[in-house]
């Protein structure tokens, strides 16, 4: 239930967009890495939402798979004047 964060740059002829899938707990979590051992922290749903819309990104779609992890799409256009 480690969060992650994956960042699909892509251009496309009508605009540059950059493309969002993120990963996280639902709920805010405190735990330690089993990989590093280091303390690690999910902010939850509501948190990782307020900074997505903050930062600009488009929220497209949430949802949660079996293993409790919270899914995020979301995009936000770069250069909005390619889009005429």
Avoid: I
């Avoid at 890495?33 to 999910?42: C, Q």
């Avoid at 995020?72 to 770069?78: N, P, T």
């Amino acid at each position: 239930m480690a969060p992650s964060l994956h960042v699909d740059l892509s251009r496309s002829r009508s605009a540059d967009v950059c493309e969002v899938l993120f990963t996280s707990c639902a709920e805010p979590f405190v735990w330690n890495d089993a990989m590093t051992g280091l303390e690690s922290h999910s902010l939850g749903v509501e948190e990782y939402r307020r900074r997505l819309v903050e930062l600009g990104l488009e929220v497209t779609g949430e949802y949660d798979d079996e293993g409790r992890n919270h899914y995020f799409d979301a995009f936000k256009v770069l250069r909005a004047e390619l889009l005429t």
